[in-house]
């Protein structure tokens, strides 16, 4: 291990690359924390209080400690600063684009165009992005914590005039984590959005292990208690951590492979052919795309029952707004079980764009390979979308589980979901995910360049499901 670390320092394409995503990355972090003009310099004082607040440093919960969630996996911040709405709107546009070209025969024929077409539909994704941050930052900008009307803004500030430059800059913030991105997919290692993403969610670990150092002892206490957290909370903490790493080392990397037999012919004395091969499939395809589309859906009907329960006060239809808006709370059951539901809909919805079985099948033909026992051409098909079926409920079912994990954990030993959510949720199957792929790309050019890679006996290599 240490000698293929000090192999990377040795080829100058592979350390450009590593040392321009490192500074990649420092930009992103000082864009973190860049005011936006005209902002209160005593209001950015009390935010860092304010933020742990919502992000469950009290056991908080409801729409703050679920915004911080979204935050925590996004790598956005939800203050007055530059890159306040993270990569969110970029990685929804992009989803959003890749839905309607399977819906829209137009869009469609663009992607089969190649170079040409993929730049147009860049293009267009470009254009969703620049639409989706006017209306989020407008949202923030109106009902955000230092808009609607509190004292965000310093008194020789317009507050219509402070609503734009925010709207403007977190717009611009975007684009420029976009443009960041992308040359991180150019010039470094990894893929940029990605990049960014996870230097979000690592940028929390002080945090945790503050939180952490203040509150435990090595006593032992009964779960729930109050102030302090005992040194069995912590063991199944530490367990939860190892638990959850190692699943998402498995799971990245399972695959299914399908037996491929190759067709036989004959020319002259002389036969080709005839090789068995393998199709791999992956038995998480989706990636974590399911849980961050899950959690950004899940924030609507929190915010709209909210709205209508304050809105309704004093009324006969104020009680039933409640019930809803109680039902929905983050971490309620109501909001565990609809939460599972959603990952599961869009594993199966985002397997089903990405993986299409009947042109696999016609591939297959049209290159004279087959499946052993089935005919080529429909029944290969079917053979396909049931074995990835099948594989998509476990890659499903893992990423709920890991989903709720941390919420569960919270609820059932008063530990504040800032550090159960780090240490085993979303943020961590993030992290272990983009770390996977870095690694793979790095030993792919110690490899190439004939050096031994991170493991003795090989690369790394997906496992068989």
């Known amino acids: 291990m240490i000698s293929s670390i000090v192999n990377i320092f ?78 969110m709107p970029y990685i929804s546009a992009s989803i959003i684009l890749q839905l309607l070209t399977q819906a829209i025969p137009k869009l469609e024929k663009l992607a089969k165009e190649g170079e040409s077409g993929r730049k147009k539909i860049n ?49 611009g913030g975007t684009i420029l984590l976009m443009w960041l991105g992308e040359l991180v997919d150019e010039y470094g290692i990894g893929n940029g959005i990605s990049i960014i993403i996870m ?26 208690a109050a102030e302090k957290i005992g040194i069995e909370t912590v063991f199944l903490i530490v367990v939860m951590f190892v638990a959850v790493i190692v699943g998402v080392i498995l799971i990245t990397q399972a695959q299914r492979r399908i037996p491929i037999q190759q067709a036989k012919h004959t020319r002259g004395r002389r036969t080709y052919g005839g090789q068995r091969q393998y199709l791999p499939l992956r038995v998480n395809q989706a990636g974590v795309i399911p849980v961050i589309f899950a959690s950004s859906l899940l924030y609507l009907p929190m915010y709209l029952f909210g709205m209508l329960a304050t809105s309704t ?59 052993p026992g089935m ?42 979901t800032l550090m159960t959510g780090f240490l085993g949720g979303t943020g961590l199957l993030i992290i272990v995910s983009v770390a996977l792929d870095v690694v793979q790309r790095v030993e792919s050019h110690l490899i190439m360049r004939h050096y031994e890679g991170f493991l003795a006996e090989g690369r790394v290599r997906g496992r068989r499901g």
């Open 10 to 87: 040795k080829i100058p394409e592979l350390r450009r690359k590593i040392l321009f995503t490192v500074l990649i990355i420092a930009v992103y972090r000082v864009g973190m924390y860049m005011p936006i003009p005209g902002t209160h310099p005593l209001y950015l004082k009390g935010l860092v209080e304010q933020e742990q607040s919502a992000a469950g440093m009290e056991g908080g919960g409801g729409i703050g400690g679920y915004l911080a969630f979204i935050a925590r996996i996004t790598g956005g911040s939800f203050g007055p600063f530059l890159f306040s709405l993270g990569i």
């Open 123 to 171: 293009e267009y994704t470009r254009y969703l992005t620049v639409l989706l941050c006017l209306i989020q930052a407008t949202f923030i900008a109106k009902t955000g914590p230092y808009g609607g009307g509190q004292s965000g803004w310093r008194g020789d500030v317009n507050p219509v005039m402070y609503s734009l430059v925010c709207i403007t800059a977190m717009c």
């Open 199 to 224: 230097a979000g969610i690592v940028d929390r670990l002080p945090a945790v292990a503050q939180y952490l150092g203040q509150n435990a002892t090595l006593e032992f206490l009964s779960f729930q």
């Open 313 to 371: 006060q004093g009324t006969w239809a104020w009680p039933v707004m409640q019930e809803f808006s109680d039902a929905f709370r983050y971490g309620s059951l109501m909001h565990l079980l609809v939460y599972v539901a959603l990952i599961f809909v869009f594993c199966y919805f985002w397997t089903a764009i990405q993986f299409q079985p009947r042109e696999m099948a016609n591939n297959l033909r049209d290159w004279g390979n087959f499946i």
């Open 375 to 416: 005919r080529p051409g429909r029944r290969t098909a079917d053979y396909l979308e049931k074995v990835m079926n099948r594989i998509t409920y476990v890659g499903a079912a893992f990423l709920a589980s890991v989903a709720i994990l941390p919420i569960t954990v919270s609820s059932l030993t008063g530990v504040s």
